[in-house]
């Protein structure tokens, strides 16, 4: 049987979960809802689009789930300030783990996670509420990721690893293990992370230097690997 799922949103995050839930879950989309300022159509992926202020009693809570599909704005802020917001509504919020991953039987998994296709998440992981992870990573044993956290895609968080609120971590980061996240961190792509992060701190590795095909280092290069 079906259940029934408001998605709060309606850009391109909340059109990818709507495909994600009514392939890979037993929810089927009801509707979307956004906040009133933003709600300038009456429909939009074709669902109904619910001024926020109408959706409760549109929509009640005690028929009706919800998932806030919003991505990392604010430093996941936005999305934290919408989760609390529908919680306090009184929605159960749904979470989705795509069928397409490796993960255990002890895998704790708080509300509102949206969680995509190609994990390994090992033994003993712990992951809280409205954590959104991309797709292709690797969650190490007895790692921890805390509320309203962003992971990009393939990055590599190592064995008992700390990730805390609201941290982003991008794509193919590498957490060496034993590593603590404080929160409001941002690693950025590429970048290594081999010792604790204070809340706050950032983490950058050096961008790859691009040369013109008509830079002296770029035909020498070509020529020296391609025999050009």
Same mark, same amino acid.
């Given at each position: 049987?079906?259940?029934?799922?408001?998605? $709060?949103?309606?850009?391109?995050?909340?059109?990818?979960?709507?495909?994600?839930?009514?392939?890979?879950?037993?929810?089927?989309?009801?509707?979307?809802?956004?906040?009133?300022?933003?709600?300038?159509?009456?429909?939009?992926?074709?669902?109904?689009?619910?001024?926020?202020?109408?959706?409760?009693?549109?929509?009640?809570?005690?028929?009706?789930?919800?998932?806030?599909?919003?991505?990392?704005?604010?430093?996941?802020?936005?999305?934290?300030?919408?989760? =609390?917001?529908? %919680?306090?509504?009184?929605?159960?919020?749904?979470?989705?783990?795509?069928?397409?991953?490796?993960?255990?039987?002890?895998?704790?998994?708080?509300?509102?996670?949206?969680?995509?296709?190609?994990?390994?998440?090992q033994p003993g992981v712990r992951i809280g509420n409205n954590?959104?992870?991309?797709?292709?990573?690797?969650?190490?044993?007895?790692?921890?990721?805390?509320?309203?956290?962003?992971?990009?895609?393939?990055?590599?968080?190592?064995?008992?690893?700390?990730?805390? =609120?609201?941290?982003?971590?991008?794509?193919?980061?590498?957490?060496?293990?034993?590593?603590?996240?404080?929160?409001?961190? $941002?690693?950025?792509?590429?970048?290594?992370?081999?010792?604790?992060?204070?809340?706050?701190?950032?983490?950058?590795?050096?961008?790859?230097?691009?040369?013109?095909?008509?830079?002296?280092?770029?035909?020498?290069? %070509? %020529?020296?690997?391609? %025999?050009?």
């Amino acid at each position: 049987m079906t259940k029934p799922l408001i998605i $709060f949103g309606s850009a391109e995050i909340a059109e990818l979960a709507k495909f994600y839930f009514e392939n890979d879950s037993d929810y089927r989309i009801a509707a979307f809802t956004v906040d009133d300022a933003f709600a300038v159509d009456e429909h939009v992926h074709g669902l109904p689009l619910v001024p926020y202020s109408e959706v409760a009693k549109r929509f009640p809570p005690a028929q009706f789930e919800m998932h806030v599909a919003l991505s990392y704005a604010r430093l996941n802020r936005l999305r934290q300030e919408k989760y =609390e917001q529908a %919680k306090a509504a009184g929605y159960r919020l749904a979470s989705y783990v795509c069928s397409k991953s490796v993960t255990w039987s002890d895998l704790s998994i708080g509300d509102n996670c949206f969680i995509l296709e190609n994990q390994t998440i090992q033994p003993g992981v712990r992951i809280g509420n409205n954590v959104m992870i991309w797709s292709g990573n690797h969650l190490g044993h007895g790692t921890q990721i805390e509320d309203h956290a962003y992971i990009a895609s393939h990055a590599v968080i190592s064995g008992h690893c700390r990730i805390g =609120e609201r941290s982003f971590i991008g794509v193919n980061a590498t957490l060496r293990d034993f590593c603590t996240v404080g929160k409001d961190c $941002f690693v950025g792509m590429g970048a290594d992370v081999a010792r604790d992060m204070l809340d706050g701190s950032v983490a950058l590795t050096t961008s790859t230097e691009i040369y013109d095909e008509t830079d002296r280092r770029a035909k020498v290069l %070509k %020529k020296s690997y391609f %025999k050009l």
